[in-house]
């Protein structure tokens, strides 16, 4: 028994890691998938992989940080699909690991673009577009620093915050009108992102782990299926939260 059944989800973000792994939790619970990314390659693949499992999905070539291509993004979901039901705004770049003083204003300003100013161009469709249906559930992508603070981070530390202040004001705006706006605030997971600042060293993941109380990285799915109860009728008083995947890390 499936539980997402006609309906339908968009994931920015899906050709890789996390994204991908949500996009397909949400295809095996039978919603109809537009993956989302810059990387079509990536993308396609994800597509691939859930067809290859009997789910139906759509890729959609989309920079976040063009308003237009976010626009395209939603407007799909609605011209093959029929309707938008769950939004997984995941989409997200590591940046430049560099102390604040440090970050030009260019380096600030990407990291922004994409991980706040994304998630808040992908809302401005998503909403519209599930107010046009039977409403929705948004879940956007935070962190563990999104509550805490990482050296040589502070863009990144800085749009994961914003994030969470994004979602709960959006949870209130849209509390009534049938949309509920949740985040997961993930520890440091498996995927290609580490790499970015060179965490998947041996030495630097063996540190990584160790600022985990379980003393491991966190997998792809273990984010993917907080997205989907996030989604599903059991969390359906859940709203304007962030809920927390980290092995205990904000536990310290
Ligand atoms: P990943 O690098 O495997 O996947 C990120 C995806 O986003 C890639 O497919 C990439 O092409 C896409 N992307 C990057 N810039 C984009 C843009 N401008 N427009 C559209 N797509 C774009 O990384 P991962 O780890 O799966 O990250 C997914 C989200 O989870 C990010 O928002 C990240 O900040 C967040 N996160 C990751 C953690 C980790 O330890 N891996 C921990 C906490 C949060």
Redesign the pocket.
Known sequence: MVQFENEVAVV????????RATAEAFAREGARVVV????VE?GEETVSRIEENGGVAIFVE????DEDAVAAMVETAVSEYGRLDFACN?????GAQKPTADLSFDEWERTID??LH?VWRSMRYEIPAMLDGDGGVIVN?????GRVGFENASA?VTA?HGLLGLTKTAAIEYAQKGIRVNAV?????D????SEGGLDEPEARTGIESLHPMNR?GS?DEVASAVVWLCSDGASFTTGEALTVDGGYTSR
């Open positions: 920015t973000g899906g050709g890789s890691g996390i994204g989302s990314d810059v990387d990536g989309a920079d976040v940080t995941n989409a997200g770049i590591g994409v991980n994304g992508m935070s962190s563990i620093l990144y994961k605030c993930p520890g440091f997971i995927t290609p992102l580490l990285l792809v």
